[in-house]
């Protein structure tokens, strides 16, 4: 079965600096990787997935994540963190194959200061 | 606008007391899920349906139960057993369970006392 930790609970970021979640994964085989964001008493919005091939991916927001097969990451990334961007973000993973429902981790706090 | 649908916003009960969260969606998805959350705990997976007229417990089925009559609706019921009801509830549907794209609800805030 797969299983996915976010390291970090809570990080906190200056406006403006650049910013990267952790998110490390168990599969044995190619996973399906998202990451999500959710804003207080909010659901969850997709910033982007990883299905195959280029393992460089854009999503929504300025956000991009790697993945990285020899370390069973899929970090997120972006340049330069907006004060909007603060909120939860949700790493999961999914089995190549079978009907097994994603599996998330616990997230990851983001605070911006000024 | 296509997209999941969860009412009301936030509900309050008295212990003891069933209660019914409503879940809608108008993707023409198949899979249906719904989950909890609490501060720190992340998402945990309470029920999930493949399709009308079925669904599977997730991690933490005990003291709650689902219904899946028609493929729009997936409402979720937290009955007098669930020992600590009070959470924030999101549902979420899928083209098909496995590994697709889950699209959430707003969630429902319960608060039972």
């Known amino acids: 079965a797969q299983s996915v930790t976010q390291p970090d609970i809570h990080i906190t970021v200056s406006e403006g600096a650049s910013l990267e979640l952790r998110c490390n994964y168990s599969y044995g085989a190619t996973p399906y990787l998202f990451w999500y964001v959710q804003s207080p008493g909010q659901g969850l919005q997709l910033l982007l997935k990883y299905f195959s091939g280029d393992t460089l991916v854009q999503g929504i927001k300025g956000f991009e994540a790697e993945f990285k097969r020899s370390q069973s990451s899929f970090n997120l990334r972006k340049p330069s963190v907006h004060w909007s961007d603060a909120a939860e973000y949700f790493c999961a993973v999914g089995a190549h194959s079978g009907n097994t429902p994603l599996v998330f981790g616990k997230g990851t706090r983001l605070s911006v200061i000024a | 606008d296509g997209g999941i649908t969860q009412s009301p916003k936030y509900l309050f009960r008295k212990e003891g007391q069933n209660v019914t969260l409503s879940c809608e969606q108008n993707l023409n998805h198949d899979a249906m899920y719904w989950y909890r959350q609490d501060p720190g705990q992340g998402l945990r997976l309470i029920y999930y349906?493949?399709?009308?007229?079925?669904?599977q417990k997730g991690d933490i089925a005990e003291g709650y139960s689902v219904s899946r009559e028609k493929k729009e609706s997936f409402p979720l019921t937290v009955t007098s057993a669930q020992k600590n009801p009070t959470a924030f509830y999101l549902c979420a549907s899928a083209v098909q369970t496995g590994a697709y794209e889950q699209y959430f609800g707003p969630g429902t805030r319960l608060t039972v006392t």
């Open positions: 349906s493949q399709i009308v007229n079925d669904f």
